[in-house]
């Protein structure tokens, strides 16, 4: 059973710095690899889907990577803004599954 | 690009009532679609997935009889919380997977609070 974790749990870095959130599962046969977003109270915003065959995704300050043999994606979020502050959540499924969310981490961009 | 919708956005109750929220793709056919539930400060938890034209399949721990899921189309599946107490407050968030293409995409939530 696909089993997702992300480090850290909380970051807090000043405006400008750039930053790399961890995920990690279990599970190697993964099809998808998915990284949202999620503002206090709301819903999710769909940043950046990876597929098995894929090894990154960009876009404008993010960038995904996807290490299916060591079962770990990193999303890297450069120059950061106070604007990016927010709880990102990474998420695996396997082929026809659903998604496994990891705990998430809640990223603090201070001006 | 493909498109859940979920109706109500945000729906606030009396305990011992029922409420029903609706999850639809909008431009594709999904045979199946995944109902999670989000607690304060936690992460999404699969609750169900729901089968179109056949019966749910429940996550341990997740009474059937209290969370019914109806799959009647290819486009819209049922979550409905019978009985609802104040503990069942919470972000009700749905997916539904392309019939053709299996990919997997997100309604933007249903706010639950029991009063």
């Known amino acids: 059973k696909q089993e997702v974790t992300q480090i850290p749990a909380a970051l807090s870095v000043p405006e400008g710095e750039n930053l790399v959130l961890n995920c990690s599962f279990t599970?190697?046969?993964?099809?998808?690899l998915q990284w949202f977003r999620q503002d206090p109270g709301k819903g999710l915003t769909s940043l950046l889907l990876?597929?098995?065959?894929?090894r990154e995704q960009t876009s404008g300050r993010l960038n995904a990577s996807l290490d299916k043999s060591s079962g770990r994606s990193t999303l890297y979020i450069a120059a950061s803004q106070p604007g990016d502050s927010a709880t990102y959540l990474c998420?695996?499924?396997?082929?026809?599954?659903?998604?496994?969310f990891g705990p998430g981490t809640r990223l603090s961009v201070l001006p | 690009g493909a498109v859940v919708s979920q109706h109500p956005s945000r729906v606030i109750c009396k305990s011992g009532t029922s409420v029903k929220i609706e999850c639809r793709s909008l431009d594709f056919q999904a045979t199946t679609m995944f109902w999670y539930r989000q607690f304060p400060k936690q992460s999404l938890m699969l609750m169900a997935t729901s089968n179109e034209g056949s019966k749910a399949t429940y996550e341990q721990g997740v009474e059937k009889d209290k969370f019914l899921i109806n799959h009647a189309s290819l486009t819209l599946s049922t979550l409905t919380v019978t009985s609802a107490h104040p503990e069942d407050s919470s972000f009700y968030i749905c997916s539904a997977r392309d019939s053709g293409s299996y990919e997997q995409y997100f309604g933007p939530g249903t706010r639950l609070t029991v009063t």
């Open positions: 998420a695996a499924s396997n082929y026809g599954q659903n998604f496994v």
């Open positions: 990876i597929q098995s065959s894929q």
């Open positions: 599970d190697s046969a993964i099809y998808n």
